[in-house]
């Protein structure tokens, strides 16, 4: 009765396969804070302020992202290279991950577009 079903199971999961091919191969349609979410948060938060669930664990500080005055000090070519090259790039924490071999340049813009909404958007109102 069960492999029955295995050709289902296996086209299922070629789908999910697919999908996430696509996403990957420059296609992704996810906004600025979903990336945020899935390649930042577990260090930085949820809300961009430092304290992400792995932030205990490491030695040095994950930058707080809704810090006004230290966010804007950096422009956006050094978040972009922050983030494509890692921390180490700009003189940063080396614990830092280089995302630009899983992030395309749209993602990386979408991703700077949103720090740029958690540290400046709240001192603006």
């Known amino acids: 009765m069960i492999l029955r079903y295995v050709p289902v199971y296996v086209l299922l999961l070629a789908s999910v ?3 996430q091919t696509a996403q990957s191969a ?3 349609d996810a906004s600025g804070e979903e990336l945020y979410h899935a390649y930042c948060s577990g260090c930085h938060g949820i809300e961009g302020d430092g304290f ?3 932030s205990y664990d490491l030695d040095v500080a994950p930058r707080d992202h809704t810090d006004t005055d230290e966010m804007s000090a950096r422009t956006d070519d050094d978040l972009i290279k922050a983030i494509t090259e890692g921390g180490k790039a700009v003189n940063k924490s080396v614990l830092m991950p280089a ?3 899983n992030l395309d340049d749209d993602e990386i813009r979408l991703l700077v ?3 740029r909404e958690l540290c ?3 001192a603006e109102q």
Do not use: D, I, K, R
């Open 17 to 19: 396969f697919g999908a």
């Open 26 to 28: 420059g296609e992704s």
């Open 113 to 115: 577009a949103h720090l």
């Open 99 to 101: 995302w630009g071999e």
């Open 120 to 122: 400046c958007t709240e």
């Open 52 to 54: 992400g669930v792995n």
